[in-house]
């Protein structure tokens, strides 16, 4: 099987004990099920299970020092991806390849200019990427630029996305602890109509949009109890109004919010929006969001399309949309931004991409401190956090988890979410996005295909 040969490599590189081949194997029947699933698991497993730490000829990555307890909220700074210059680090000069739209530094305004005129997609796209140790290089006019990626996790989903060759594909991930950019991934065939997928807005949210619908609820309902049970019947493929409007006689089902996230119930939804939320909660979540022109979106090192929600003025339609039924939309890198707030409490550590800057061989630049921005209150973004807790091991995200007893123990709170047919587009989209550990998480993610 096209899958079986990365994972023999991980196993290979990571000279994993008995237990860890197991699950190897466990993974490798799952990849011919679930592809959706083995891209997840393949990211997730490199860089949080012990029995898959890089081997010695990996460069171990000090941004991982900093915790959730050492990151500044509401301005203060804090450790970020800060370290002191390695003389012993000197980036040789290679031609390289880099996937991205635009490369910037998160450093002063001179620098990030600079770097930026340096790098296009133009002058990159056709050349060859180097790695160095655990590090991708890209070199432009005698200047090495070496970028933040974990250059396995990169490679190795890479690989898999082009010999699966689906019709788009996208992995986007990021460490919610200092902002650095873990991976960038895409696939598209030219039938697609898109260059970068993982930039671009166009598949439906689907429900994954719940998570939103979510958010809304908690930042109005702060006191809302998790353990309320809500009854409801139908809604299974479609939702009208029977499905919406309450009705003692046929609401017979009961389940509480974090069930009905976890398993996506959409009448449940659109009968909490239907109860509690005007088209204000959700046009105020957006705009914090950066889904309206009123702010700025959330940073990336590079230019994303943003999401758009249209939503009905009409109660009845707008619950069923709140449920992900239609009139939203998500990038990848959105989704992956939306990770990572909910899992640093509702702060988002500035995204970077460039490490280290170099020239024959002497340093020139240093990535700093990223900016600590806070999006959004920590109330609503734990009790969201609840609610997905579930979802990877009860839920509807057993199924790509459930794989890995390693994944189950320590939590990957997640959303997945499926949509086709969307206006006469026979493409089936399926979401998966969330971060982990559950505790202290080290990577947050949204994968699309």
Known sequence: MPIQRPLYLINERARAGPKTRGLLFAARRFARREPLGTLLVLGCLWLLLPGFAPGEDVAPNPNTAATLDARPVDGAEGRGNARSPDPRRAVPAAAARNLLEQVLLVADAEARDEVRDALNVDDIASADLVREANRLVVTREGAQYALSFDATLQTKLSTWLEKKDPLRGAFVALDPRDGRVLAFVEHARKSAGVVHPALSASPPSASVFKIFTSLALFTKAPDYDLNDKVCYHGGFRGLRKGNIVDDKRRDTACVTLTNAFAKSTNAVFAKMAYRHLSLEDYEDLGETLGYDDARAPLPFPFDYEVGAFTLSEEPIERARQAAGFWSSHLSPVQGALLAAVLANDGVLKTPWLVDEVAREGVQQYKAGEAE????????????????????????????????????????????SGTLSGYKGDKTRYTWFVGFAPAENPTIAFAAMI
């Open 372 to 415: 600590a921005l806070r999006v959004l209150a920590p109330e609503p973004v734990q009790a969201v956090r609840s609610l997905m807790s579930d979802t990877g091991t009860k839920g509807t995200g057993r199924k790509y988890i459930g794989a890995s007893r390693r994944l189950r123990t320590i939590g990957v709170p997640c959303k």
